[in-house]
């Protein structure tokens, strides 16, 4: 479906050479890959230290809300904010954000401030993935695009599974984590440096925003509502994985509980490759979806070995269960990988732009309501609430794609 336009592009990315465009690629690959580490050492640390103060998981959840009802905020802006200010100092201005919330986080420590200051972390984010996604896409030709967005999102995954890493053993009610959150920071910017005489700047046109999201979904609700479901089990499972394993297996075990989230992140960088090499053999449509439903049965499985947390590594018992968590995460990745490969697929220029915009809020959407929805799960029905709230998301969305796919002419 080819859309109307609603952007002029100043300076085409075709008109970058192929060492510019590596070069570029390259720097944005480093940059947002160690920007990932800032983002997974958050969200864990920020649900243990609310945990420290005694609030319970519902507003445990309610707290990590906020800082996705920012993604939704600056997605919705996104073809505006963008435009203006072009993709290296769209990219900037985040970084700069992020940096301010990391500095006000252990500054201020009350749960109400925390939701301001996390509405804002959310903002930051949201500019620094939207834009860098958008810039990727705009690179990378459609024939090797599987592969190139593998490569960007395993070193990206690599980031987010450095996160959970340190955090298993920075005391959250301290200043370090945060630290460690600047110092990844100032490496990213430093990375991205040399793309600022690569920037492409977009001016905006009068036609309305909301419309050309409107038609960018409806183009493609299958891919796009993946990220919405992707945000569920993504915002829930950092919020909260490593509480509900030391809820089963015992305070003792908060090392487990860490484990589970960086495993999974860990399986998700060899995930990514493969996953994009076949993005660009096979049906991304179909691919998709096998995506999702090996995320639908490990999710099913996981309550039913996380006593194996309890045993060496090497034990029967623990294999599965680190199995399972590996499949869990690479899943993941792979439902990313293939659905920002799909969104360069269908759409160019202006339309990607607003396509990864509406891949952004939904995202944040989904990332609002599952930390809500299973920190309010556990808190009635106790640590079962976890698997059961994310398996009756992931099934949801996996009756729709399929549905959509087997109805699709």
Known sequence: MQLQSWWAIGYAMSELTPQQRIRCM???????????ITSSLNWPILSEALRNQGYSETMIGINAAAQF??????ALAAPRIIPALGFFKAIALGMIVLAVTLIALPAFRSFETWLVIRFLLGMGNSLLFTTGDTWMNHIV????????????VTVGMAGWAVGPV???YLDPDTYWPFVCGLLAIVVAAAFLLPTRKLDVRL???KQ???????????????????SAM???????????????????LGAQFRQIGYAVIWVGSIAAVFFQYPIGWLADTVNRSWLLITCV????????LFPLLIEGGRHPWWQPQALALWAVVSVWGGSMGGIFTVGITLLGERFRDAELLSANAVFSVLFGVGGLLGPFLVGTAMSAIGPAGFPLSLLAAVVIYAVFALYRQFTRT
């Open 26 to 36: 390259i720097a944005l690959v480093a940059a947002l890959a160690v920007v990932s």
């Open 69 to 74: 009802a920012g993604i939704i905020v600056v």
């Open 141 to 152: 030709n459609d024939r090797v695009r599987g592969r190139w967005m593998g490569i960007y």
């Open 166 to 168: 340190l955090g298993a």
């Open 203 to 205: 001016s905006a046109s």
């Open 208 to 226: 309305g925003v909301a419309l050309g999201l409107a038609a960018v979904f409806f183009a493609a609700p299958t891919v796009l509502l993946a």
């Open 230 to 248: 992707f945000g569920v089990v993504e915002g829930a499972m950092q919020s909260f994985a490593h509480l509900y394993t030391m809820d089963v």
């Open 293 to 300: 439903l090996a995320l639908m049965v490990s999710i099913f």
